[in-house]
């Protein structure tokens, strides 16, 4: 009876950890490791390893950007989210004028395009010796 106790107890036991470790596992989360620093929704965050997850499982457009070294973080909401078709996860970093704009994130799930802030924009725009507007022509 003593035998039979322990090895009920060791399965409940290993099927637990199981069960930690499948919800643990959040849906689109990813770890990237940034070189330098780089700007997302208007703030600029320093190199360093971010984990990147959806703020809620219902919501798959909205990413928390969130540092593990140094505590810093932003939520951003994606323009457009793709399943991801087979690509690697990465992050996919753009050069405008002297800095990098973070404009895409690849988790095993999805692909999501992170907009780029209109004022951060125009900034960066000008940084680059580019005109601040988008648009030309006349009346």
């Known amino acids: 009876m003593k035998t039979v106790s ?4 060791t ?5 637990s950890a199981v069960a930690v470790g499948a919800r643990a596992q959040e849906p689109d989360q990813v770890i990237v490791k940034m070189p ?3 700007v997302i929704a ?8 971010y984990k990147v997850y959806r703020a809620s499982a219902n919501s798959n457009r909205q990413l928390i950007v969130s540092g593990v070294e140094n505590r810093e973080g932003v939520i951003v909401i994606a323009t457009d989210v793709e399943r991801n078709g087979g690509e690697e996860t990465h992050a996919t970093l ?5 800095q990098f704009v973070l404009t895409k994130i690849a988790t095993a799930e999805h692909v999501f395009s ?3 802030s209109r004022t951060k924009d125009a900034q960066l725009a000008k940084a680059a010796g580019a005109p601040a507007s988008g648009s030309s022509g006349s009346n």
């Open 11 to 15: 399965a409940f036991v290993a099927l």
């Open 36 to 38: 330098s620093e780089f």
């Open 6 to 9: 322990v090895r009920l107890l």
């Open 42 to 49: 208007g703030k600029t965050l320093p190199a360093g390893t």
């Open 94 to 98: 753009e050069r405008v004028g002297d």
């Open 114 to 116: 992170i907009p780029v």
